[in-house]
């Protein structure tokens, strides 16, 4: 295995699992999206940037796509699987401002045995839906699913999924 490291002196096979564009640490351009639990739901605070902008003033329809996208994934790894999107469909109920900080919330609604379908919604800071989304996603085979595992406890994370799972 290479001992190469990026700029910042991370190796960059512990970089590989923390490069997703909306979660990952190690990508200067990426979202910076963080995670947690509340109760059922997984729960990320996320203040918009000026460059996420699609018309003067709003947020570009794919960014909060992409934040419900990733929230729904992280909902996933929450229920302890791997899994990726199969399907997303977003409902964008309110224009989403670039100067209002943001809740988003995912939710798993049904698991079967290969697929998982999820809720997520996004909302400003008086609680109205700016966006909502439904999503099923595909759980992954065991090799990729392990392949994650390994990726995610380089990287230091002590939750992973288990690689069946």
């Known amino acids: 295995m290479s001992n190469a490291r990026d ?8 970089r590989r699992g923390r490069m997703c564009y909306a979660c990952g640490d190690a990508n200067e351009r990426g979202l910076h999206m963080r995670f947690r639990r509340e109760g059922e739901r997984t729960v990320c605070d996320y203040t918009p940037c000026e460059f996420e902008q699609g018309f003067p003033g709003r947020m570009h329809g794919g960014i909060v796509t992409t934040l ?17 999107t199969a399907r997303l469909n977003v409902r964008f109920r309110r224009p989403v401002g670039l100067d209002v900080p943001l809740r988003i919330e995912a939710w798993v609604t049904r698991d079967r045995s290969r697929l998982i379908e999820l809720r997520a919604e996004v909302r400003d800071a008086g609680g109205v839906i700016l966006a909502e989304g439904d999503g099923t996603f595909m759980k992954l085979d065991e090799r990729f699913a392990s392949e994650l595992t390994d990726l995610a406890t380089q990287a230091g994370s002590d939750d992973t999924p288990p690689a069946g799972g």
């Open 68 to 84: 419900i996208d990733e929230a729904m994934g992280w909902a996933v790894y929450h229920a302890s699987a791997w899994a990726a």
């Open 7 to 14: 700029q910042s002196g991370v190796a960059l096979t512990e």
